[in-house]
């Protein structure tokens, strides 16, 4: 007789006998998952506009991420809340300084921007890091990886870090990074990075939304001046040389010296500056400060001169000029007419029946016809 059947008999002994013994009937076994669990869902509330913006200057760093978000986002919906709240921020603008940092692969600029970045925020400064991660050209897809690269940093309260796609655009540098840029100062934090990918003659995009230019060069590969294209060393308003540690730090002595002559070939630049360069190590921590201080040397030249705030207004009118462009693009492309006729015309240039050229002004003659 097993267990179970053994016990049941005593029980039912003991119901006859009138016995003392008083056996409770036990309970169901309950379900592993709640069955109120949706009543307890998490309903989201769709933010206004002026919700977005008291968030923002309140210093909340969720509703700024969603803000960010709306302003990176394609969705004509999205933009129209983004451009409102854009609006609402621009003047709420506080006194901040807009840093632009570039460099050769390799040169370490996400761990130099933990350092330095850690550097301004001890000094009771806010730091917003836009980091620009690069898209696939294949998928469009980013991994962006920057927060995960600067640990130290992303723990600290007054440092906020947003890594963004580049989607392609000119110099790596997403094409919303700017407006992200008025988000941030609204916000309170008085030190803007954009971290920018690569190097190239596109990083002109990146000099036209910033104060201050630093470039991150490394030594003792090769020829230092070998290859390095005029116009980034004329954009640099200061060169830091990375990795000036251990048995490099002679080497980084003799590439001060080399790219401070060749910048003494160079005219002089609007803002009646001469650019400095400088070497640091991010890991041991040397030359940081001295990076920083030229910085905001730098600031306190041009503001008094009077370039720092001529130069931003130039740089208004510049994106006036590139946000046309990037809206003409945009619609020209979403166009219905156009997707068709595209198709069309690529495969009978495929089939060379008709030049790339003609192909284009017929595209171009079929959009503007039909506004």
């Known amino acids: ?14 119901k006859a006998d009138n016995s003392a013994l008083k056996v409770n009937q036990g309970i169901e076994q309950p379900p592993q998952v709640n069955p109120n669990f949706r009543k307890f869902k998490r309903i989201k509330k769709d933010l206004t506009v002026s919700d977005y913006v008291e968030g923002i200057v309140a210093g909340d760093v969720n509703i700024l991420s969603q803000a960010i978000t709306l ?4 969705l004509a919906k999205h933009q129209e809340i983004a451009q409102e709240i854009i609006k609402e921020c621009l003047h709420l603008d506080k006194k901040s300084i807009r840093i632009g940092i570039t460099g050769v692969p390799g040169a370490g600029k996400s761990t130099f921007i933990e350092a330095l970045g850690m550097e301004i925020v001890n000094r009771g400064h806010k730091l917003a890091v836009l980091a620009v991660d690069p ?58 990075f954009i971290e920018t990918v690569g190097v190239g003659q596109s990083e002109t995009a990146v000099h036209s939304m910033v104060d201050f230019f630093l470039l991150l060069m490394l030594s003792g590969a090769g020829d230092e001046l070998q290859g390095i294209k005029r116009g980034i060393m004329e954009m640099a308003d200061a060169i830091a040389i990375t990795k000036a540690d251990g048995n490099n730090v002679q080497k980084a002595k003799l590439a001060r010296v080399q790219y401070q002559n060749a910048l003494h070939l160079f005219p002089q630049t609007e803002a009646k500056w001469e650019p400095k360069v400088l070497t640091c190590s991010s890991i041991e921590k040397k030359g940081i400060s001295e990076i920083w201080e030229t910085i905001k040397e730098y600031e306190t030249h041009t503001r008094n001169n009077g370039y720092f705030e001529n130069n931003r207004l130039k740089q208004s009118k510049y994106w006036l000029f590139e946000a046309i462009n990037s809206a003409l693009k945009e619609r020209f492309y979403d166009d219905k007419l156009v997707k068709t006729e595209l198709r069309k015309l690529e495969v009978k240039i495929e089939k060379n029946e008709i030049s790339s050229f003609v192909a284009a002004t017929q595209l171009l003659d079929i959009y503007f016809k039909k506004k």
Not at 71 to 74: G, L, M, Q, T
Not at 143 to 153: A, F, P, Q, S
């Open 1 to 14: 007789m097993s267990n179970k059947k053994k016990y049941i008999g005593e029980v039912e002994e003991a």
């Open 71 to 74: 302003v990176e986002s394609r």
């Open 135 to 192: 898209s696939s050209e294949r998928s469009d897809g980013s991994i962006l990886g920057d927060k995960t690269r600067m640990e130290e940093l992303s723990a600290q309260k007054n440092a906020f870090i947003r890594p963004s796609p580049s989607a392609g655009s000119l110099g790596g540098v997403a094409r919303k990074t700017r407006e992200t840029i008025v988000l941030c100062e609204a916000a309170g934090y008085d030190t803007i």
